[in-house]
C-alpha cells in the first residue's frame, strides 16, 4: 500500500520535511507526494534521490505529482 502525503499550498521546509519523516521508516515501497509549487517539487526530488528513491513526477491540473519507488 503506498503511503500518502499531501503537501499542497505548504512553502518548503515543510514538503521536504514531511517526505523525509515518511522516508526515514520506510526500506521501499511507493509513497506519493503531492506539492503544489515547483520549489517543493525540485527540492522533495533532490531529497528522495539523495536516498536511493526514483521519482516519477506528472502533473495533476494545477498540482504536481511525485511518485517515489524503492
Same mark, same amino acid.
Given at each position: /500500500? ?5 503537501? $499542497?499550498? @505548504? @512553502?518548503? *521546509?515543510? *514538503?521536504? @520535511? @514531511? ?8 526500506? %521501499?515501497?511507493? !509513497?506519493?507526494?503531492? !506539492? +503544489?509549487? /515547483?520549489?517543493? $517539487? ?11 528513491? $526514483? !521519482?516519477?513526477? +506528472?502533473?495533476? %491540473?494545477?498540482?504536481?505529482?511525485? !511518485?517515489?519507488?524503492?
Amino acid at each position: /500500500m503506498a503511503k500518502e502525503i499531501d503537501a $499542497r499550498g @505548504l @512553502l518548503c *521546509p515543510e *514538503p521536504i @520535511l @514531511l517526505t523525509k519523516k515518511v522516508l526515514d521508516t520506510m526500506s %521501499g515501497g511507493t !509513497v506519493n507526494v503531492l !506539492v +503544489s509549487n /515547483m520549489a517543493a $517539487r525540485e527540492n522533495v526530488t533532490r531529497l528522495a534521490e539523495n536516498k536511493g528513491w $526514483r !521519482v516519477d513526477i +506528472s502533473q495533476q %491540473g494545477e498540482d504536481i505529482l511525485l !511518485v517515489l519507488t524503492k
